[in-house]
């Protein structure tokens, strides 16, 4: 693997602030890889490292490229839809920079991890709302723990007052609650969770996954007993060998 690089994204309209720095971890030998864009978790507060950096250097000694991003979060004072406009720039900015990069662009898929998990699934589910020349639907995703519906009484409080501040309306928060926003043209998806998780609640991801079921959308859903909530590589389980045997499936 080479010493990895950073870029800068960019997405081909109105975008406010500052434009998000990508983390580059590219295999080394030449032909061209599968993409996997992954978003840190951290509450939309701040990136986890062990959801990015680590995730990446895990997933590129396996065949993928990997992508970091490092959204603009809610401490710096950025809301919704800044998280979004930031995930969607990645997609654009990776697949328009594929040869450059050694990606296949029919094979990019995005990835989170918690408040990193929602932005997965909001750039999933609302893809098709931005238009571009190149296409920005994911092939495919994968949610570890991920914050999902943004209503009560199984929202992650904190990181709904982070992506859209302390009294959102009723109409934004389902704006941007995903499991209300899965369609057909949904990409297919990796999920995990832990029953005892009790930073983010399991029916995050019941949720999502009943959403799918309900359009057709091929899923994966790994439920695990025992594990507290940001776990990464760090589970006792073999969720990352499973999401491997998937992606080789999808592809």
Not at 50 to 61: D, I, L, W
Not at 76 to 84: F, I, N
Not at 175 to 204: M, Q, R, Y
Not at 225 to 240: D, I, Q, V
Request: charged letters at 15%; proline letters at 7%.
């Amino acid at each position: 693997m080479t010493t990895p690089k950073t870029i800068t994204g960019h997405l081909n309209r109105s975008q406010t602030g500052p434009q998000p720095t990508i983390e580059c971890h590219v295999p080394s030998s030449g032909g061209k890889y599968p993409g996997l864009i992954i978003f840190p978790g951290g509450g939309y507060n701040f990136h986890a490292p062990h959801e990015g950096t680590g995730y990446a250097e895990y997933f590129v000694q396996h065949g993928y490229a990997c992508f970091v991003v490092y959204y603009r979060v809610g401490s710096k004072g950025h809301r919704h839809p800044a998280m979004l406009e930031d995930g969607m720039a990645a997609v654009e900015t990776i697949r328009g920079r594929a040869g450059e990069l050694k990606v296949d662009p029919d094979r990019i898929g995005v990835m989170g991890s918690s408040a990193g998990g929602h932005l997965a699934a909001h750039v999933l589910t609302s893809w098709q709302h931005y238009s571009h020349a190149l296409s920005l639907r994911p092939d495919y995703g994968i949610l570890c723990y991920p914050v999902i519906t943004m209503t009560d009484p199984h929202c992650h409080k904190g990181s709904r007052s982070s992506l859209l501040g302390e009294n959102p309306t009723g109409k934004l928060i389902t704006s941007v609650s995903c499991e209300k926003l899965v369609s057909s043209d949904t990409p297919p998806c990796f999920i995990w969770h832990t029953w005892e998780d009790d930073g983010v609640a399991v029916e995050n991801s019941l949720l999502f996954a009943s959403s799918l079921r309900a359009n057709r959308v091929p899923f994966d859903l790994h439920i695990y007993a025992k594990g507290s909530h940001g776990l990464g590589l760090r589970a006792e389980f073999p969720w990352a060998h499973e999401c491997l045997r998937w992606l080789r499936a999808v592809d």
